[in-house]
């Protein structure tokens, strides 16, 4: 104190330990090569030597562009490429570290910095090939290479391009310059060549580079020939003025050739003239030809004298020429006259004049000749003035061919005809029907089905009845809006019945005739009606009584429908039925016959023998019959047993045949009814 007395205290202070942040030592600017993914190892300090977790700052989980490890190493997603720049190759990331109780954030800065990673390319030329260039001579310049280098498509001139002539050859001829312009110096000359082989081909060795890569190309560069001799005009004397005679009518008019020392092709042209407009000239082959075929009558000419003038020019690939001036006088031909109109047209039935009018430039007088008349008319006529009447009832094209001629030249002209269609009353076909009705219900009938719109285009007309008439036997009747009819029968009447009916097409009608053939009646139950076959009336299962043929046996009833085998106790078996009837196969006589009359009413038939074409009464009927047997009898005895047990012969008759026998061997009497013996 101020007295100068003291006293002394110890005292013991203890110090505890507070945790420090991390420090970290990477800096804040990263420059990074491109083409490598792996950027850096980020390093921090800790006094507590813990171990330090790296990760994204400011609350981001991951990153799209980056990869970081908890031990601090970064890493792109993808391999930088400084060419394909992304965020102008700049990258700004938080990241930070903790020493799990202290955590440190550091904004960080990639920056990708570029590197020659590619060559310079020129489109001109080829990697591991010779790259071919044509140079005509006379020149100099081969190609401009203009070279690129995709490191400099970011950072200009970031690689320097050099172009070096670095062997071949004929590497003395060649010069590059610092713009890569390669040229063949002297300019070649085609017909003295001086390339190491004398053959107009030229070799050089280029080096392209960029300081860090290096290529060799091999050049070839073919030295052409050029057009230096101008083409000739030959044709027409070579003229330079020629004169051509050429007929009116006509559009080629002649072929310009031309030749050339150079085996080039040449472009015709035409070059002037007082008619120009008036051509035209094929540009390979020279063809001169008028636009438009020249009038003699009609001169087009600017003078209107017939006289064309026109210029033609041959041209070379070295666009050298020859040019020839044509003078083209046409000159008149004998014409052919013209005929119109060349198409009339005329209605259905109706005839129609055809009338021509004819022009000759010439003033001719023009004759006609028929080549080929039309295929559904007539035509008629003399001079000029004619007349085509189409065919009844048709409708559509027609032509003729005629030959027209005025007396010096002729040619033949197409003359069509139309013929146009009217409407033409509808087609009522005949119908027939049949009526076989065991319940004797009513019939049906579709008259309408066979007619049509005929002559006109079927289909095209809805067709109808418009009237009907009634049979003699039966009923007919029309729905309300039905288009067929309805037949009921009498109750005692079978045979055939008819009746006419019309059809309308809206316009016009046509009649028709409906046949009906009725085969039963409900009161005449056992009696039927077959149109050939006729009347019959079934007694019994095998036995029938024919209108006409009187009683028959047959072995199928059924089958007189159609045919069947039948029995007549006069005509024997015979084979008809509704198919052949009143045609007949006799069995006895081995023949067909054709039956004509009746054996129920008055006995008057005849019957005609198809084979011997000749018609036989009943009796000689019976002969033709017995002949049949007697053919087949042996001897005297086998005919007297036959004349003496047959009806057909008199107690007289017999005895006098059996006296011709025994005197005479033979009978007179039989020969006299026609019966002839086998022996």
Do not use: C
Not at 116 to 133: G, I, K, Q, W
Request: hydrophobic share 35%; proline share 5%.
């Amino acid at each position: 104190n101020t007295a100068g007395l003291k006293d002394t205290l110890t005292l013991n202070i203890t110090v505890t330990a507070v945790d420090d942040p991390p420090s970290i030592q990477t800096p804040a600017v990263i420059n990074h090569p491109e083409n490598q993914g792996h950027v850096i190892a980020l390093s921090a300090v800790d006094d507590n030597n813990v171990t330090l977790n790296w990760s994204w700052g400011g609350g981001v989980a991951t990153d799209s562009q980056f990869l970081l490890t908890s031990d601090g190493n970064l890493t792109f997603r993808e391999v930088p490429n400084y060419e394909e720049a992304r965020n102008n190759n700049t990258y700004s990331k938080v990241i930070q570290v903790s020493d799990g109780v202290s955590t440190v954030d550091r904004n960080f800065t990639i920056n990708v910095y570029n590197l020659n990673d590619n060559p310079p390319l020129s489109v001109f030329l080829t990697a591991n090939a010779s790259s071919s260039f044509s140079l005509v001579e006379n020149n100099s310049i081969v190609v401009d290479l203009n070279a690129s280098d995709a490191d400099n498509s970011i950072v200009s001139n970031f690689n320097t391009i050099t172009y070096s002539i670095t062997g071949g050859a004929d590497k003395l001829r060649f010069d590059v310059s610092n713009a890569g312009r390669l040229q063949l110096l002297p300019a070649p000359d085609y017909e003295n060549p001086n390339s190491a082989d004398l053959d107009n081909i030229y070799m050089v060795d280029l080096t392209l580079s960029d300081g860090g890569y290096s290529q060799l190309y091999p050049i070839v560069v073919t030295v052409t020939d050029a057009d230096e001799n101008n083409p000739t005009i030959t044709s027409n004397g070579g003229l330079g003025i020629a004169s051509h005679t050429h007929p009116e009518n006509q559009l080629a008019v002649l072929k310009v050739v031309a030749t050339d020392i150079e085996p080039k092709p040449l472009v015709y042209s035409i070059s002037g003239g007082s008619d120009p407009n008036l051509f035209i000239v094929d540009s390979s082959s020279g063809q001169l030809n008028f636009i438009t075929a020249p009038d003699y009558e009609l001169p087009s000419d600017g003078d209107g004298n017939n006289l064309y003038e026109v210029w033609v020019r041959a041209t070379d690939e070295g666009n050298t020429s020859d040019e020839q001036r044509i003078n083209i006088t046409v000159t008149d031909v004998d014409e052919l006259p013209s005929v119109s109109p060349s198409m009339f047209s005329t209605t259905e039935d109706v005839a129609i004049p055809v009338n021509f009018t004819v022009a000759d430039p010439e003033g001719g007088t023009a004759t006609f000749l028929v080549i080929t008349s039309p295929l559904y008319g007539t035509w008629t006529g003399s001079g000029n003035n004619f007349t085509y009447t189409p065919d009844s009832n048709y409708h559509g094209s027609d032509s003729v061919t005629l030959r027209v001629s005025d007396g010096t030249t002729q040619f033949d002209t197409l003359v069509n005809l139309e013929v146009n269609a009217t409407n033409d009353p509808p087609t009522a076909v005949n119908d027939e029907f049949f009526y076989d009705d065991s319940n004797f219900g009513t019939l049906g009938l579709d008259v309408l089905a066979n007619d049509s719109n005929a002559p006109d285009q079927n289909g095209t007309e809805t067709l109808s009845i418009s009237s009907f008439s009634q049979p003699n036997d039966g009923n007919v009747s029309l729905a309300l809006g039905a288009s067929s009819l309805s037949f009921t029968p009498s109750t005692s009447f079978i045979g055939i019945t008819t009746f006419n009916y019309t059809v309308s097409d809206g316009l016009l009608e046509s009649n028709g005739t409906v046949e009906i053939v009725v085969s039963r009646a409900s009161s005449l139950p056992s009696w039927r009606f077959l149109k050939k076959f006729g009347f019959y009336n079934q007694t019994s299962q095998d036995w029938i009584y024919h209108n006409d043929l009187g009683w028959l046996y047959l072995e199928d009833i059924a089958g007189v429908e159609t045919y069947a085998w039948m029995w007549h106790e006069d005509m024997g078996w015979f084979w008809t039925g509704n198919t052949y009837f009143p045609d007949l196969y006799l069995n006895d006589l081995a023949r067909w016959m054709s039956w004509k009359g009746s054996r129920t009413t008055g006995n008057t038939w005849t019957i005609y023998d198809q084979v011997d074409k000749k018609w036989l009464d009943s009796e000689k009927f019976k002969v033709a019959r017995l002949n049949t047997v007697f053919s087949k009898l042996k001897n005297i005895d086998q005919v007297m047993e036959f004349v003496n047990s047959s009806p057909l012969f008199t107690q007289e008759e017999r005895k006098v045949i059996s006296s011709e026998f025994f005197f005479r061997g033979k009978s007179s009497t039989l020969e006299s009814k026609g019966f002839t013996l086998s022996f």
